[in-house]
T-cell receptor
C-alpha cells in the first residue's frame, strides 16, 4: 500500500519566482507509478506527469521539472518563473499500476501573487 | 475533439436515495477512472474500467458500483446515500493500447449534495 506526504500545506510566491513542491511517498511495491496532478480554482483536475519507478531520469517540460529520487522516496515538482495561472492545489500520488489505485496526497496549495 | 463530459454537473439527493452519475470519455479512450473528492478525506480513487471490465476498485463499500458500456461511456451508482457521500465526483479517461498508456484527461466533475 502506498502513502504520500506533502509537507507543505500552503505556499505563496511572487510571480516569476521558482517554487518546488515536495512529495515523499511510502510503498512496499517494487514497481509503481508516481503522478502529479493540478487542481486550479475551477475544480477540474489536470494530469501533469506520470513516472514509473524504474525510470529515474528527471524530466523538464517547459517551466515544469520533476526530480525523482528513488533512494529517498521523493518525487519533487518545480515550477520555474511562476505565473499567476499556476495558482492551484497540486497533488502528488503514487499508484500501483497505470492510473488505477492511486493514493493521493493531501495537496499543496500554491498561490502566485502578481 | 470533445473533452470528457460528466452529467449531471450538480445533484441534490436525500439520505437513503440512490444516484447514478454518467461519464462520457474522449472518443477513442477505453480507460475510464472515477474519483471522489471530499473536504475530509481528500481525493480518493473509486474504480477504473477498461473495455467494459472493472480492473481495479478503491477502498469503498459495496454501495458504490459502476459499469462501462461498449461505447466506453461509464456510469457510477451509489445506493442508500449517506451524508458523507456528499462530494465532487471526478471522471477521467485515457487512451490505452497493448500496454501503452497516454495522458489522462478529467471531466469537470459532478457535485453531489446529500441532505
Amino acid at each position: 500500500a502506498q502513502k504520500v506526504t506533502q509537507a507543505q500545506t500552503e505556499i505563496s510566491v511572487v510571480e516569476k519566482e521558482d517554487v518546488t513542491l515536495d512529495c515523499v511517498y511510502e510503498t512496499r511495491d517494487t514497481t509503481y507509478y508516481l503522478f502529479w496532478y493540478k487542481q486550479p480554482p475551477s475544480g477540474e483536475l489536470v494530469f501533469l506527469i506520470r513516472r514509473n519507478s524504474f525510470d529515474e531520469q528527471n524530466e523538464i517540460s517547459g517551466r515544469y521539472s520533476w526530480n525523482f529520487q528513488k533512494s529517498t522516496s521523493s518525487f519533487n515538482f518545480t515550477i520555474t518563473a511562476s505565473q499567476v495561472v499556476d495558482s492551484a492545489v497540486y497533488f502528488c500520488a503514487p499508484g500501483e499500476t497505470s492510473y488505477d489505485k492511486v493514493i493521493f496526497g493531501p495537496g499543496t496549495s500554491l498561490s502566485v501573487i502578481p | 475533439k470533445a473533452g470528457v463530459t460528466q452529467t449531471p454537473r450538480y445533484l441534490i439527493k436525500t439520505r437513503g436515495q440512490q444516484v447514478t452519475l454518467s461519464c462520457s470519455p474522449i472518443s477513442g479512450h477505453r480507460s475510464v477512472s472515477w474519483y471522489q473528492q471530499t473536504p475530509g478525506q481528500g481525493l480518493q480513487f473509486l474504480f477504473e474500467y477498461f473495455s467494459e471490465t472493472q480492473r481495479n476498485k478503491g477502498n469503498f463499500p459495496g454501495r458504490f458500483s459502476g459499469r462501462q458500456f461498449s461505447n466506453s461511456r461509464s456510469e457510477m451508482n451509489v445506493s442508500t446515500l449517506e451524508l458523507g457521500d456528499s462530494a465532487l465526483y471526478l471522471c477521467a479517461s485515457s487512451w490505452e493500447d497493448r500496454g501503452r498508456i497516454d495522458t489522462q484527461y478529467f471531466g469537470p466533475g459532478t457535485r453531489l449534495t446529500v441532505l
